[in-house]
């Protein structure tokens, strides 16, 4: 196998160090996984098949006709065309049949891949490891000042001869303090926090969250802590605006202490510093307190040996390229290493730090703008330095393949149905739940209801609430869903386009009631594996709604633009204010200029009539939608 060779800097990576055994297990490449071996009418040497691939290339790798595939394929109870993607004990199987040899390509990258992987984990127990500053991200209700904050951060404490010298954010920065580093995150707010997570990247080592003393807890600040402690990740309390006179920062405790925020004043064990970001008051303590924290959780990382970290942001600048912002966990990032990032890969042709000045290096918890890379990865992909680019290649493309392979899958995550299977086979089972509602009240009937069937039921499956808010549906609720394997119920409330969006990539169960009883009876069902699927409502569309029109009837039409999917005359309409159902009934007219029409696509604008509602109001969206049988599993 040719292998590729870094332009200087090899000894450091090649032998002697621990490292060095990984050349030594890819170096037995020719030494192949013989999975299915059959007498082969025909000698040839063996076929190397990725782990998924399409039933075209299979035919091209035997060198028979894609016909011929398909029949094998259809032996194994396999109908399938030639685009389909087969995995590769399928291939395989196919390919004992027309008496070909096979290995499983890449699955050496495999042992690679773990190996890295484990030694991202290492960290700590890494004997070479060292202090590296902690990773910070704000997260807070809207408006408490989380921007400010990272603003009176950055501008106070830039390392020296570098006030003033950024001017462009690259999604993360670091400040120096007593001498000592700290990293933050750019994207305030649990949106980027809680996407990451749903890709598996744990970034964070402290979250900071803000609430204004004059706001107090708001359903953001909530949500964050629900998603801070989801993470396991120790937390900062930062109470802004301290410098208003009606600055109440006792009852920010009071209230946080309510939801198991308790201050460390009051016994609890989560520090609260008081702040005023526009005043730049309390930075330092701030700042302070952060640091001490790090230091009990004692954050270390090996800088030396091949970077391995997370993709904070990328996109693809007009003169660039792909442009990355790579935040190293471990290792130290190099300018001409090759890395994989996420499905795609390349080497490092320049790197910038947070300040836009060029560096050759970065160590760990640094920021750093790279480009170089083929294609642009996504936030919260996982990147490492591999020695090899054909390895760095290989394992790109077959992550492609992969995420092809995902997406025509029907596996999906957790579906209240599949709660039978497991209660069926006698296992004990916990049913997440994520709750919204469209007001506080019935949110804390429902929940009260549901926690008495633990006691109720039989006990093979127990209930948990993973949280409850009032409101849409958010993409960040189908991003906790996604990371605590949870069920989203919707109590009078939808989806925004972002949620539904998010909730149909994930595949998340999302259920909808608007009676209690119905909602209650049916998570019980489910919970003692009854559960009997009946109709499903399907999402055709969203539209906005942009102006109305009142006719001579009396009826009120509504001039809307449709943002997603179609509008369908004759269906079912939702009208959805700030996420609330305002009303839920027929479509009855639908009409392109003067034309009545079937339907409306996304891009285009419609003016739309509701059977028996004409309090529509500008800024409502409409949820186009039919009722669907569903099977019963
Ligand atoms: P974000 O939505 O949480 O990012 O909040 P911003 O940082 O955009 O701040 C929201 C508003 O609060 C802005 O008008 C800020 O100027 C103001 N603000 C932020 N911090 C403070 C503060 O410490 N004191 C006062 N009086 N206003 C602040």
Same mark, same amino acid.
């Given at each position: 196998?040719?292998?590729?060779?870094?332009?200087?800097?090899?000894?450091? $990576?090649?032998? =002697? $160090?621990?490292?060095?055994?990984?050349?030594?297990?890819?170096?037995?490449?020719?030494?192949?996984?013989?999975?299915?071996?059959?007498?082969? !009418?025909?000698?040839?040497? !063996?076929?190397?098949?990725?782990?998924?691939?399409?039933?075209?290339?299979?035919?091209?790798?035997?060198?028979?006709?894609?016909?011929?595939?398909?029949?094998?394929?259809?032996?194994?109870?396999?109908?399938?065309?030639?685009?389909?993607?087969?995995?590769?004990?399928?291939?395989?199987?196919?390919?004992?049949?027309?008496?070909?040899?096979?290995?499983?390509? =890449?699955?050496?990258?495999? +042992?690679?891949?773990?190996?890295?992987?484990?030694?991202?984990?290492?960290?700590?127990?890494?004997? @070479?490891? &060292?202090?590296?500053?902690?990773?910070?991200?704000?997260?807070?209700?809207?408006?408490?000042?989380?921007?400010?904050?990272? @603003?009176?951060?950055?501008?106070?404490? &830039?390392?020296?001869?570098?006030?003033?010298?950024?001017?462009?954010?690259?999604?993360?920065?670091?400040?120096?303090?007593?001498?000592?580093?700290?990293?933050?995150?750019?994207?305030?707010?649990?949106?980027?926090?809680?996407?990451?997570?749903?890709?598996?990247?744990?970034?964070?080592?402290?979250?900071?969250?803000?609430?204004?003393?004059?706001?107090?807890?708001?359903?953001?600040?909530? *949500?964050?802590?629900?998603?801070?402690?989801?993470?396991?990740?120790?937390?900062?309390?930062?109470?802004?605006?301290?410098?208003?006179?009606?600055?109440? !920062?006792?009852?920010?405790? %009071?209230?946080?202490?309510?939801?198991?925020?308790?201050?460390?004043?009051?016994?609890?064990?989560?520090?609260?510093? #008081?702040?005023?970001?526009? *005043?730049?008051?309390?930075?330092?303590?701030?700042?302070?307190?952060?640091?001490?924290?790090?230091?009990?959780?004692?954050?270390?990382?090996?800088?030396?040996?091949?970077?391995?970290?997370?993709?904070? #942001?990328?996109?693809?600048?007009?003169?660039?390229? !792909?442009?990355?912002?790579?935040?190293? %966990?471990?290792?130290?990032?190099?300018?001409?290493?090759?890395?994989?990032?996420?499905?795609?890969?390349?080497?490092?042709?320049?790197?910038?730090? @947070?300040?836009?000045?060029?560096? $050759?290096?970065?160590?760990?918890?640094?920021?750093?703008?790279?480009?170089?890379?083929?294609?642009?990865?996504?936030?919260?992909?996982?990147?490492?330095?591999?020695?090899?680019?054909?390895?760095?290649?290989?394992?790109? #493309?077959?992550?492609?393949?992969?995420?092809?392979?995902?997406?025509?899958?029907?596996?999906?995550?957790?579906?209240?149905?599949?709660? /039978?299977?497991?209660?069926?086979?006698?296992?004990?089972?916990?049913?997440?739940?994520?709750?919204?509602?469209?007001?506080?009240?019935?949110?804390?009937?429902?929940?009260?209801?549901?926690?008495?069937?633990?006691? *109720?039921?039989?006990?093979?499956?127990?209930?948990?609430?993973?949280? +409850?808010?009032?409101?849409?549906?958010?993409? +960040?609720?189908?991003?906790?869903?996604?990371?605590?394997?949870?069920?989203?119920?919707?109590?009078?409330?939808?989806?925004?386009?972002?949620?539904?969006?998010?909730?149909?990539?994930?595949?998340?169960?999302?259920?909808?009631?608007?009676?209690?009883? %119905?909602?209650?009876?049916?998570?019980?069902?489910?919970?003692?594996?009854?559960?009997?699927?009946?109709?499903?409502?399907?999402?055709?569309?969203?539209?906005?709604?942009?102006?109305?029109?009142?006719?001579?009837?009396?009826?009120?039409?509504?001039?809307?633009?449709?943002?997603?999917?179609?509008?369908?005359?004759? +269906?079912?309409?939702?009208?959805?204010?700030?996420?609330?159902?305002?009303?839920?009934?027929?479509?009855?007219?639908?009409?392109?200029?003067?034309?009545?029409? $079937?339907?409306?696509?996304?891009? /285009?604008?419609?003016?739309?009539?509701?059977?028996?509602?004409?309090?529509?109001?500008?800024?409502?969206?409409?949820?186009?939608?039919?009722?669907?049988?569903?099977?019963?599993?």
């Amino acid at each position: 196998m040719p292998e590729f060779h870094r332009t200087g800097g090899g000894s450091r $990576r090649g032998g =002697g $160090r621990p490292g060095g055994n990984r050349r030594g297990r890819r170096g037995g490449h020719g030494a192949r996984t013989v999975t299915v071996k059959r007498a082969a !009418p025909v000698e040839r040497e !063996p076929v190397g098949l990725p782990a998924v691939l399409s039933v075209a290339e299979l035919a091209d790798k035997l060198e028979v006709s894609g016909i011929e595939v398909i029949r094998e394929l259809m032996k194994l109870g396999i109908m399938a065309n030639l685009n389909q993607q087969v995995d590769y004990n399928t291939a395989a199987k196919v390919a004992t049949e027309l008496g070909w040899e096979t290995f499983e390509q =890449g699955s050496e990258l495999a +042992s690679m891949v773990a190996d890295f992987e484990s030694r991202r984990q290492e960290g700590e127990q890494d004997p @070479d490891s &060292v202090a590296r500053p902690p990773v910070i991200t704000i997260m807070g209700h809207v408006d408490h000042g989380k921007t400010k904050l990272l @603003d009176a951060i950055r501008s106070t404490h &830039v390392a020296e001869g570098e006030a003033g010298g950024i001017t462009q954010h690259i999604g993360a920065y670091q400040v120096e303090t007593q001498g000592r580093k700290l990293t933050f995150l750019d994207t305030p707010g649990h949106e980027a926090f809680t996407a990451m997570r749903a890709r598996g990247a744990q970034v964070t080592d402290v979250a900071v969250l803000v609430v204004a003393a004059d706001d107090g807890v708001m359903p953001t600040t909530r *949500e964050a802590v629900a998603h801070i402690k989801s993470a396991n990740v120790p937390m900062v309390v930062a109470v802004n605006k301290i410098d208003l006179p009606t600055a109440n !920062p006792d009852r920010v405790k %009071q209230q946080l202490s309510e939801i198991g925020v308790m201050p460390e004043e009051w016994g609890g064990d989560i520090p609260f510093v #008081e702040v005023s970001a526009r *005043e730049k008051l309390g930075i330092d303590d701030l700042l302070e307190v952060l640091l001490l924290v790090a230091d009990l959780h004692e954050l270390k990382a090996n800088p030396d040996k091949p970077a391995t970290g997370v993709v904070i #942001e990328a996109r693809v600048d007009s003169s660039r390229g !792909p442009v990355a912002t790579l935040l190293v %966990q471990s290792g130290t990032l190099n300018l001409r290493d090759v890395a994989v990032a996420g499905a795609t890969w390349g080497r490092v042709k320049a790197m910038f730090d @947070d300040h836009r000045k060029r560096v $050759r290096k970065a160590s760990p918890s640094a920021p750093v703008e790279i480009m170089g890379l083929v294609d642009v990865p996504e936030a919260g992909d996982t990147f490492m330095v591999f020695e090899d680019e054909r390895a760095a290649r290989t394992l790109a #493309e077959q992550r492609q393949a992969e995420h092809r392979m995902e997406a025509l899958s029907t596996d999906r995550p957790v579906k209240l149905t599949d709660l /039978y299977d497991q209660v069926q086979e006698g296992k004990t089972a916990e049913l997440r739940l994520i709750l919204k509602a469209d007001v506080m009240g019935s949110l804390g009937a429902i929940s009260a209801a549901l926690l008495k069937l633990n006691e *109720e039921t039989d006990q093979h499956v127990q209930l948990a609430i993973q949280y +409850s808010g009032t409101g849409a549906i958010t993409e +960040s609720d189908i991003n906790l869903a996604v990371t605590t394997q949870s069920i989203v119920i919707g109590f009078n409330v939808r989806p925004d386009a972002a949620g539904r969006r998010a909730a149909d990539a994930a595949g998340i169960d999302v259920r909808y009631y608007s009676v209690i009883y %119905q909602l209650i009876d049916e998570v019980k069902q489910a919970m003692t594996g009854l559960l009997a699927p009946v109709f499903e409502d399907v999402t055709d569309g969203y539209a906005e709604v942009r102006d109305t029109f009142k006719l001579p009837s009396n009826d009120v039409v509504a001039g809307c633009y449709v943002l997603d999917g179609k509008v369908v005359r004759n +269906s079912r309409a939702r009208v959805l204010r700030s996420g609330t159902v305002v009303f839920e009934g027929g479509i009855k007219s639908l009409k392109r200029f003067k034309d009545d029409v $079937r339907e409306v696509a996304a891009g /285009y604008e419609c003016g739309l009539g509701l059977e028996g509602f004409n309090d529509i109001q500008v800024g409502d969206q409409i949820e186009s939608y039919h009722r669907q049988e569903v099977a019963r599993s």
